[in-house]
C-alpha cells in the first residue's frame, strides 16, 4: 500500500503516527527545554523534604492553618498554629492529635484560632486535626503535619 492510500483509508492513525515520530526525533536534536527535571534544592535536600510534595493542607469546609507543616527543632521548640474558619460562622474548634500521650512527640494546646505547638522528647512525624463544629454538626476541617526533628 502506498503512502497516498494509506492517509486516505486511515487519515487520524497516520497523522498520529507523523505526531510521534517528530515528537520522538525532536528529543534528539539536543534541545531540553521544556523536558529538563526538577532540580533538587539545597533545602529539599536538607529537610529530606520530597519533591513532590503538596505545599498544602489537607482540608474541607473552609478551615485553614497557617502553617500546615509544623517542623520543631531544638532552636524553634515551639510554633503557633493559626487557624481560619468560614466566614461569618459562628462555632468551635475540636482538636485531636496523635502527637500526645505515649508517642510524647508533641503538645498542642490553645482554642479558637491561636494554637501553640511545642516538642516533646520523641522525634518523629504526627498529625494534628482541627475539625470545625457549628451547631453541634462537623462543617470543616484542617490537618497539621508536625515533625519533631
Known amino acids: 500500500m502506498v503512502l497516498s492510500q ?3 483509508v486511515r487519515p487520524f492513525a497516520a497523522l498520529a503516527s507523523v505526531a510521534a515520530a517528530a515528537a520522538l526525533l525532536a ?3 539536543g534541545s531540553q527545554t521544556g523536558f529538563a527535571p526538577q532540580a533538587v534544592t539545597q533545602s529539599n535536600a536538607a529537610t529530606g523534604a520530597s519533591i513532590m ?15 500546615c507543616r509544623v517542623q520543631l527543632t531544638a ?35 490553645g482554642s479558637d484560632t491561636s494554637w501553640q505547638v511545642t516538642a516533646g522528647a520523641t522525634l518523629g512525624t504526627c498529625f494534628a486535626r482541627f475539625n470545625y463544629f457549628n451547631n453541634d454538626q462537623k462543617v470543616g476541617w484542617v490537618r497539621v503535619k508536625i515533625q519533631n526533628q
Open 75 to 109: 532552636s524553634h521548640p515551639v510554633v503557633t498554629v493559626t487557624l481560619r474558619t468560614p466566614k461569618g460562622s459562628k462555632g468551635s474548634i475540636v482538636e485531636h492529635d496523635s502527637c500526645g500521650g505515649a508517642s510524647g512527640m508533641a503538645t498542642i494546646s
Open 53 to 67: 510534595e503538596p505545599d498544602h493542607c489537607k482540608y474541607a469546609g473552609g478551615v485553614r492553618a497557617t502553617p
Open 27 to 29: 528529543g534528539c536534536g
Open 6 to 8: 494509506c492517509l486516505s
